[in-house]
């Protein structure tokens, strides 16, 4: 199992800050991302808007995860 | 000091804080709540979440890539989650430098590099409803995609 969180926008298009999700180890962030959006189709449409991160750092499409990872679903940043 | 805190930001603590002797000059940016205005309706308060503990992470990185960039005696970020209301403090950048002008680099430096890269998030509360600023996700009828 995998943790996934969601934040601002993302969180409020899944209905939830927090899932866990079955992916086998080595999985691309690519695959988890078409889990989410099987769970929470209305994520879909902010796909090309989100940034994602792998236990607190950055990652992209082709990164993978392994069972305890911790992935973030980050929409564009607007602190400050 | 790079810290991300829930209540008011003490602005005054944080320049006394940074004032040294081998440092003639302190550069402070406060960012504060603006009400704006739109289609009869304005802005009330804005909220901000974060990622934590990625986003102290991040904050503490600006920090490093400044020193690593100018010759600085002190840089503080301190970041305010939840609610903020109109005029207050959401963030407060303060440096210190032996001059003026790596200090008001550093500074503009820090504000940008934060809205590029810290992850946190902040949502205009409206009087007819509330917009993620960044995603124009909301519930704001004009202004949004409708959740």
Redesign the interface.
Known sequence: MIKVLFFGAAADRAGTRETELDVRDGATLAEVWKLIVERYAHLAPMRDTLAFAVNGEYARGEDTVSPGDEVAVLPPVSGG | MFAIVDGPIEVGALVADAQRPDCGAIATFV?TTRVDESGGASVEYLE????R???D?KLAEIGAEIRARWEVGHVSIV?RLGRVDPGEA??TIVVASPRRGPAFEASRYA?ER??????????EVWSDGYV????Q??TRGSAS?R?
Request: glycine residues 10%.
């Open positions: 960012g901000y979440e974060a990622y503990p990625m986003a992470r970041h959401s963030v504000i934060i809205k590029e890269v810290v992850p946190i998030w902040k949502r993620w600023v960044g995603s996700v909301g995609e959740l």
